[in-house]
């Protein structure tokens, strides 16, 4: 016999069907299979007969819960702050069929076995499960489903509770009044839009806020789950909820505006991603999974935000505190100067004075139309009393009303000031939506449920080594507060401060999340200035050049098109087997795949290109001469403008139409002039100082070359192994909290984004404070260490650490490479690190590392062997770089110098 405990209920199976089974499968390998998919399609199929409409559950397809586990930072999760291995505790409180934490268990395992490779992480029952891998189910099938589910993935030590995801079990260890009774991290898709339910909850150890704004009739049952997965998740860790959209931008429950209260006042929004129909199979509803990091608790956010408006209504000092700079922030974003907020505060003014006031307006005409301020001049004391004494109630009661409104508008900018977020949307048409999903759904007998399309979707990939090809690696390099450059994949995706999806102006201000495709922000023109759109001014040329008449020497393809705005190179490819668009001289071409890529050319000959780059052309050159029309399309905010309207997958391109409506600046034809000159001019001075900025790296490569030969394969010099060459090898660790425990100022925490080949680069740089620190101290930055990117997308990277930051720690997506000085000098280990030959041996090594992760492991690296020429030859060529970068610095200081006097050429003509 066999018995599986769902709660205190036993599951026993007949044992004469249980052998007769067993012989049935034994030929199959099942334990421990990855493909789970054939669960949720006879899952889906056990609930299209009506049961999900009553339960308010639809199953997540596996693609989907798989995203949601490559988009979490279990790098960092799984290492502790002394870099050993960590298991979270994981809860799903509406688990069904289990498959968010069978497959947690997978990824946890393998995110693991990068710091401890003695982990097993076979097919075998793993231990690290017991009470760190929890689910909770309501519907005893399902919770079956999930205890079988756990056996068969090797996690059978996993705990299902039957019983309310909404509800305390101390006895089962999950308790959201106690630390003991949280997790670190929460998955789950609970249920939503169950009629009538509050009548029939019946809870005994847990009491939730929302639940007081649902009336018995309502089905909003998702707010709920909003709520408990704050009392769930402990302080630093880390949420993915699936959730209708409307939890964002619902306006008309207020159970939804608690619900939002409740994101914003707990968790920081670190990534916003909206899936809409074609994703669940029975369920066309738009959902948005909410990916979320749990705000500390010491002290509360709210309690912050709630200082931070005492502080400006008492109008208290705000210099040199961080209320300085998120007040000036709110002001800027309500257009309203701080002269007359604090006119608005002090409550002087008449009321009807502020009817004519941008963001105090709303209130004027608010108050104008309210219950309150009829019932107060219908009242016999304010008829019996004077112009000034009535004018004078009035003035009390409208401050009164609109000083309570603007406390709630000011808390909640408190509460997410300073924060930013991922926003990722999916296609709208049904094609895009299956290449974006990498899967359709198909009801055909014999063939139901989820059908792969291969070589599609961009959710996520099986090779993790680049964050940048797909979005699930995009989030998890967000979680560090990575920003990813915008590649093919920039169509679906944008980050903007949270607080642009909030509108503080509004009448009816409910904290509504209201999240636009794409966020490109229109360009507001000074008073005066003529503005046309480029449809107005240009057009596209459609000429076409007979496939015989192109030549090499004048044919444009997006090929040789030179990114960020470099221009062409010579075509050296194959001539076209059609024809292409014919362009002439003074024509600007813009390579219309990829956008983010920036091509443009001023075209100085006649010639062909083809038809993925568009041809521009001025209407009449009397009002818009030729090369002022390239210097507005070379701004970028024009290539901005050009990724808001994407379409299409794979190769996206700009939206030809669409990009005729872009504004434009259209200047006297003297003032044109006098721009292009400026403009040729800086561009002929910047273009010089590169050439001699690339003229001195490649004389350190041949200096290297001529003195120490080949870093992998030469025979000049013995070779060495980097553990018996360094006194120091090893990574850190992200603070807990990620992002969200970085520090305006104190020790440097140096991350992966921080280093270049060659350079280090300080935009970003995180800091974190002493208790940080302290716990990290074992990776204490020196003088003369070398830095080395381990893992992700920067793997090998390599730079010297700037002397400013020794004393400071890295994170574990860094090494620190600390040699011998007495042996080798650390700038000549850096060069041999960032050649060419020895970059390809790192990539090649890192990608042998894991299945999964790109990373280049310390085993690996204790390994490694490096040339070791006499310490006299050196410090001859240490002397030699130190020249070369003194040189090199004052020339790129020189070119950002001159690029921001480029780049700020229109900002006379711009608002």
């Given at each position: 016999m066999c018995s599986v405990e769902i709660g205190n209920q036993p599951f026993l199976q007949n044992g004469k069907v249980l052998v007769e089974t067993v012989q049935l499968l034994q030929p199959y390998r099942i334990v421990g299979t990855q493909d789970i998919q054939f669960l949720g399609d006879l899952f889906e199929q056990l609930l299209n007969q009506g049961f999900k409409q009553n339960e308010g559950q639809f199953f997540t397809p596996v693609p989907i819960t798989r995203f949601i586990w490559k988009s979490l930072p279990l790098d960092s999760i799984v290492q502790d702050e002394a870099g050993a291995v960590h298991y979270p505790r994981v809860i799903d409180y509406a688990c069904g069929a289990g498959h968010f934490l069978t497959e947690g268990f997978e990824e946890i395992s393998d995110a693991a076995c990068q710091y401890d490779p003695t982990i097993e992480d076979d097919l075998g029952d793993a231990d690290w499960v017991r009470d760190n891998l929890v689910g909770i189910e309501k519907d005893y099938r399902l919770a079956r489903v999930s205890k079988v589910s756990f056996y068969m993935h090797g996690a059978g030590q996993g705990n299902v509770v039957f019983g309310d995801g909404l509800e305390n079990y101390p006895d089962k260890g999950i308790d959201s009044r106690t630390d003991r009774g949280r997790f670190d991290i929460l998955v789950a898709n609970p249920p939503y839009s169950v009629a009538a339910f509050k009548p029939h909850l019946k809870l005994h150890n847990n009491e939730l806020k929302v639940l007081e704004t649902i009336s018995d009739s309502g089905s909003e049952i998702e707010t709920l789950f909003v709520e408990r997965a704050a009392q769930l998740v402990r302080p630093g860790g880390y949420a993915a909820i699936v959730l209708p959209t409307s939890i964002l931008d619902k306006s008309t429950s207020s159970s939804f505006m608690a619900a939002r209260d409740v994101l914003l006042s707990s968790f920081e929004i670190v990534s916003i991603a909206r899936f809409g129909s074609g994703t669940f199979a029975a369920t066309g509803t738009n959902v948005a999974i909410m990916f979320l990091r749990r705000f500390d608790e010491i002290p509360p956010r709210n309690a912050n935000a709630l200082d931070f408006v005492d502080a400006v209504f008492e109008r208290r000092k705000l210099t040199g505190w961080k209320d300085e700079s998120a007040f000036n922030a709110y002001l800027d974003t309500i257009n309203v100067d701080g002269d007359t907020y604090r006119a608005f505060l002090a409550g002087e003014a008449g009321w009807n004075e502020w009817a004519n006031t941008r963001h105090f307006n709303v209130y004027c005409h608010l108050f104008e139309s309210s219950?309150?301020?009829?019932?107060?001049?219908?009242?016999?004391?304010?008829?019996?009393?004077?112009?000034?004494?009535?004018?004078?109630?009035?003035?009390?009661?409208?401050?009164?009303?609109?000083?309570?409104?603007?406390?709630?508008?000011?808390?909640?900018?408190?509460?997410?000031?300073?924060?930013?977020?991922?926003?990722?949307?999916?296609?709208?048409?049904?094609?895009?939506?299956?290449?974006?999903?990498?899967?359709?759904?198909?009801?055909?007998?014999?063939?139901?449920?989820?059908?792969?399309?291969?070589?599609?979707?961009?959710?996520?990939?099986?090779?993790?080594?680049?964050?940048?090809?797909?979005?699930?690696?995009?989030?998890?390099?967000?979680?560090?507060?990575?920003?990813?450059?915008?590649?093919?994949?920039?169509?679906?995706?944008?980050?903007?401060?949270?607080?642009?999806?909030?509108?503080?102006?509004?009448?009816?201000?409910?904290?509504?999340?209201?999240?636009?495709?794409?966020?490109?922000?229109?360009?507001?023109?000074?008073?005066?200035?003529?503005?046309?759109?480029?449809?107005?001014?240009?057009?596209?040329?459609?000429?076409?050049?007979?496939?015989?008449s192109i030549t090499t020497d004048t044919y444009v393809t997006t090929e040789n098109m030179v990114k960020d705005r470099g221009g062409i190179t010579a075509y050296s490819g194959e001539l076209p087997a059609s024809a292409g668009t014919a362009y002439k001289k003074g024509d600007t071409l813009v390579s219309n795949i990829r956008p983010y890529l920036q091509k443009i050319w001023l075209a100085d000959r006649d010639g062909a290109c083809s038809k993925d780059v568009l041809v521009f052309r001025s209407i009449n050159t009397d009002s818009l001469l030729p090369e002022f029309l390239h210097l507005l399309l070379w701004q970028k905010d024009f290539f901005d403008y050009d990724m808001s309207t994407f379409t299409g997958t794979g190769r996206p391109r700009g939206d030809k139409n669409e990009l005729l409506k872009y504004p434009i600046p259209v200047p006297t034809l003297s003032e044109q002039r006098a721009l292009i000159d400026g403009f040729n001019r800086l561009t002929d001075e910047i273009n010089s100082k590169r050439q001699q900025i690339a003229a001195l790296k490649e004389s350190v490569k041949s200096r290297f070359v001529e003195v120490f030969g080949d870093p992998v394969d030469g025979k000049k010099w013995p070779f060495v192994r980097l553990e018996d060459l360094c006194t120091k090898l090893g990574s850190g660790a992200t603070p807990r909290g990620g992002k969200t425990a970085y520090k305006a100022e104190g020790v440097p925490l140096v991350r992966s984004m921080n280093v270049h080949n060659g350079r280090f680069v300080w935009k970003d740089l995180a800091c974190i404070d002493d208790e940080q620190a302290a716990k990290l101290e074992g990776v204490t930055l020196m003088k003369g260490d070398v830095l080395l990117n381990i893992t992700g997308a920067s793997v090998a990277r390599s730079c010297l650490l700037p002397?400013?930051?020794?004393?400071?720690?890295?994170?574990?997506?860094?090494?620190?490479?600390?040699?011998?000085?007495?042996?080798?000098?650390?700038?000549?280990?850096?060069?041999?690190?960032?050649?060419?030959?020895?970059?390809?041996?790192?990539?090649?090594?890192?990608?042998?590392?894991?299945?999964?992760?790109?990373?280049?492991?310390?085993?690996?690296?204790?390994?490694?062997?490096?040339?070791?020429?006499?310490?006299?030859?050196?410090?001859?060529?240490?002397?030699?770089?130190?020249?070369?970068?003194?040189?090199?610095?004052?020339?790129?200081?020189?070119?950002?110098?001159?690029?921001?006097?480029?780049?700020?050429?229109?900002?006379?003509?711009?608002?």
């Open positions: 219950k309150e301020l009829k019932t107060l001049r219908k009242s016999k004391t304010w008829k019996a009393a004077d112009k000034n004494s009535q004018l004078k109630a009035e003035n009390e009661l409208f401050y009164r009303y609109a000083h309570k409104e603007e406390r709630k508008r000011l808390r909640v900018w408190g509460l997410v000031c300073g924060e930013q977020t991922l926003i990722i949307n999916s296609p709208n048409t049904t094609k895009e939506i299956a290449s974006f999903l990498g899967y359709k759904w198909s009801n055909r007998k014999g063939n139901e449920g989820i059908q792969p399309i291969d070589g599609e979707g961009v959710l996520y990939s099986d090779d993790e080594s680049d964050d940048t090809n797909s979005l699930s690696g995009i989030i998890r390099a967000w979680f560090s507060g990575e920003q990813v450059e915008p590649g093919d994949l920039a169509q679906y995706y944008y980050y903007a401060k949270t607080t642009d999806f909030i509108d503080f102006d509004a009448e009816k201000f409910d904290e509504t999340l209201t999240i636009p495709r794409s966020f490109y922000k229109p360009r507001s023109f000074a008073q005066g200035t003529v503005v046309k759109t480029l449809r107005d001014i240009t057009s596209y040329v459609t000429n076409s050049v007979a496939q015989s002397d400013e930051l020794a004393g400071g720690r890295v994170n574990q997506h860094v090494s620190i490479v600390r040699v011998d000085q007495k042996r080798m000098l650390p700038v000549l280990l850096n060069t041999v690190l960032i050649s060419d030959s020895y970059q390809r041996l790192l990539l090649n090594g890192s990608r042998a590392a894991g299945a999964t992760r790109e990373a280049i492991t310390k085993e690996a690296l204790k390994r490694m062997t490096v040339p070791l020429p006499p310490l006299e030859l050196q410090q001859e060529f240490a002397s030699f770089v130190a020249q070369v970068d003194k040189s090199q610095f004052a020339l790129e200081q020189e070119v950002d110098a001159l690029s921001a006097e480029r780049d700020a050429l229109l900002d006379r003509f711009l608002a």
